[in-house]
Every structure is written in C-alpha cells, then in structure tokens.
Antibody
Framework: QLQLQESGPGLVKPSETLSLKCSVI??????????WGWIRQPPGKGLEWIGS???????YYNPSLKSRVSISVDTSKNQFSLTLSSVTAADTAVYYC???????????????????WGQGTLVTVSS | DIVLTQSPGTLSLSPGERATLSCRAS???????LAWYQQKPGQAPRLLIY???SRATGIPDRFSGSWTGTDFTLTISRLEPEDFAVYYC?????FGQGTKVDIK
C-alpha cells in the first residue's frame, strides 16, 4: 500500500526558505504515469495547491506562489521535495504531499485528483 | 481561474439522515475532473469521489457523486457516526472552501 511521509523543520524564520521532503513508501516514485504534488492548509482554513512534478521532472506551480516555489524529485531516494523562499507568517500551514493522479493538462495546469496524502507536517513561520 | 463555491457552510444532521452537499464551479472546463475529499480533525484529506461520480477504492457505497452542468453534488445516503467531518470539492488546481457536517 502506497504511503507518503513528509519531513522537515517545523519552524522557519521570516524571509528564510522553507524546505520539506516527501518520502514515497511502498512503490517506486518512477512507476506509473503519476505526478507528485504539494498542498497546504493554514490553521483553521481551506486547502491550497502549491504545485506538482511529473515523471520527467516537469513542474507545474500555483501562479500565486510560482515566483517562490520549487519542486524537485530524487528518484534514487524515492523522494520529492518542496522549497518555498522568502516566507512570511502567511505561509504558516500544514503542508501535505500527495500523489497527483493527472488526467489531462489544461492550459498547462494538471487536472486530476490527489490520492493518497501524507499525514501532513505543520510549518510555523516565526522569529 | 475557476472558483468552487460549496454550500451550505455547515450542515447539522443526525445519524441515519441523508446529507446533500453542493459544489458550484464558476465555469466549465469541459471535463468532469471534480473530486470530493473528507477531512477529520487532525487528519489529512481522504479521497472519496473522483471524475465527479466514481468512488475511490474502499469508499462505502453510501457516498455518491453526481452533477448537472457546473453544479456538483455529494450525497451521503445514511450518515454513520464516522461521517461527521469536513468535505471539500476540488477541480483543476482549485479547492472549495469546505462544508462541515456536524451532529445535530
């Protein structure tokens, strides 16, 4: 059974860079025509897609975060990673990684579902 | 950008009752790649429905999805105690704001 596990610092200072990793357990990150994505949820609020990466390493980002986000994949470690630069308190959230089952690309945005999800990791931006 | 509007914000029902949750898209994208997720406190979202009406693996058949045009519906035929949670719809890169189903 596929499982995903986020890891990384729980506290980041304002203006610094947030870095998280997602370990894929139970299957190869290279198997199947899947993308791998990041979603976040500020405390008490809704869900926001951050971005996704496909098998070839092509990346797709939320336009509202695109200037600060980078997603990469390390097939040798069966992991993919998220970096978010110049963070502020507004970036405080639970960050989830998920397998992105993409059906089609529409206007360069992947359309599909997220399944399964990691359990999430809370990242607080504070000095 | 697509905007997904979920209603109602909160639905107060008793176990055994039928729940009907709505998700309205601001525009059609020509494909029905709408998904529904369930989220319980302190847990990650769980996929319930994809492609507007297909149940995900392991999801009980009391959960069903339907649509008409840009209006999508999640129906829980008979609420079980474990169904009280927040439900989100998602299409494309956008999530709705959620509907909380709580115990009346």
């Amino acid at each position: 059974q596929l499982q995903l596990q986020e890891s990384g610092p729980g506290l980041v200072k304002p203006s610094e860079t947030l870095s998280l990793k997602c370990s894929v357990i139970g299957d190869s990150i290279s198997s199947g025509p899947y993308y791998w994505g990041w979603i976040r949820q500020p405390p008490g609020k809704g869900l926001e897609w951050i971005g996704s990466i496909d098998q070839s390493g092509s990346t797709y980002y939320n336009p509202s975060l695109k200037s600060r986000v980078s997603i990469s994949v390390d097939t040798s470690k069966n992991q993919f990673s998220l970096t978010l630069s110049s963070v502020t308190a507004a970036d405080t959230a639970v960050y989830y990684c998920a397998r992105h089952v993409v059906v089609v690309l529409l206007l360069d945005i992947p359309a599909g579902r997220f399944d399964p999800w990691g359990q999430g990791t809370l990242v607080t931006v504070s000095s | 950008d697509i905007v997904l509007t979920q209603s109602p914000g909160t639905l107060s029902l008793s176990p055994g009752e039928r729940a009907t949750l709505s998700c309205r898209a601001s525009q059609s994208v020509g494909i029905n790649q709408l998904a529904w997720y369930q989220q319980k406190p302190g847990q990650a979202p769980r996929l319930l429905i994809y492609g507007a009406s297909s149940r995900a693996t392991g999801i009980p058949d009391r959960f069903s999805g339907s649509w008409t045009g840009t209006d999508f519906t999640l129906t829980i035929s008979r609420l079980e105690p474990e169904d009280f949670a927040v439900y989100y719809c998602q299409q494309y890169q956008t999530f709705g704001q959620g509907t909380k189903v709580d115990i009346k």
